[in-house]
């Protein structure tokens, strides 16, 4: 077979295949995002203390149980302690991905396989936070305060999501194709994923929590035209997980205003075991996309290239 005839049923090959049977690789559009909302909570158990130190800190804050009794001038003792962390709010950010689409309209299929997503593209998203303690009954100096035994919530300021990503796992994904008219299909599949998400919490540490296996719905309109296609899209994200950890916290440091009386702030050292994680996340992808075929592969350069000095030895 000469050259010429091997080219020329490749070519043939590329331009019909559209109509029925194609693959494309698929990158994210401008309009591809995230929105909705994620919350998250956080559960400890351990105890706090004040900063005192004999040397280093002599004129920290001291603490001690107890509604009554003496209160020694180097005495620092820990109080239990259960602390609640939330962080939560809404999310409205670009996306990333790529994924590859077998494409065959004469069956009315599609198989999607190596999706991978940043839902954050740009960047860690802050997020409001706020501390629940609940303790018993403890007493405080440099500042003096007395803090009931009664559950205290405190704002904290801004925390972050660091990163929310998709990971397809499994064989290629299959998926039903629906005419509409032209070369418009209606697209429905589930893609099977893993997602991992870190947070930055209390002292800055970081805790990840993943990979978390989940089934992502995608439903949505596909054209394709020759070489090219293009998806218009959306899944659902709906999570509602809890994580346990038993995992000993470092030790970190947080102002804790005064109650009685209010205005000043006791400086402590909390201990904590980590206890479980909580996560909620209600939010809609958008995954528009656009695909193209890929460039001839390697293989068929080879091939034509070993055709050719075939023929040139038979000259």
Sequence with gaps: MSIRTIMALA????????????????????????????????????????DWDATNNPTGTRTKPGL???????????????????????????????????????????AMDSFSANFLASGPLSLPASISLAFDTFRTANPDSLYLGVPLDVPFGDLSL??????QVGPAAPGLLTPTGGSTYDLTMVIPVVLNIQLEAI??????????????????????????????A??????????????ALPQFPLGLPTILPP??????????????IGANIDATINLDATGIVPAPSAAVVLMASGACAARRRRV
Excluded: K, R
């Excluded at 962390?85 to 299929?109: E, H, K, M, Y």
């Excluded at 959306?234 to 995992?247: I, K, M, R």
């Design 68 to 110: 009554f009794g003496a209160f020694g001038p180097t005495e620092n003792v820990a109080v239990p302690v259960n602390l609640g962390l939330g962080l939560g709010g809404g999310i409205n950010a670009p996306s990333q991905f790529t994924f590859g689409l077998d494409v065959n309209t004469g069956a009315g299929t599609v």
């Design 162 to 167: 660091n990163a929310l990503t998709a990971t």
């Design 234 to 247: 959306s899944a659902a994200l709906n999570l509602d997980e809890t994580f346990d950890a038993g995992v």
């Design 263 to 276: 205005g000043d702030t006791a400086n402590l050292l909390f201990d904590l075991m980590l206890g479980e």
């Design 11 to 50: 070519v043939a090959a590329g331009t019909a295949a559209p109509a029925l049977a194609q693959s494309y690789g698929f990158e994210s559009t401008a309009l591809a995002g995230i929105s909705g909302s994620v919350d998250f909570s956080v559960a400890t158990a351990g105890s706090l203390i004040g």
């Design 203 to 232: 002292g800055g540490q970081m805790f990840d929590l993943g990979p978390i296996p989940f089934a992502l719905p995608v439903d949505g309109q596909l054209q394709v035209s020759g070489q090219t296609a293009s998806l218009a």
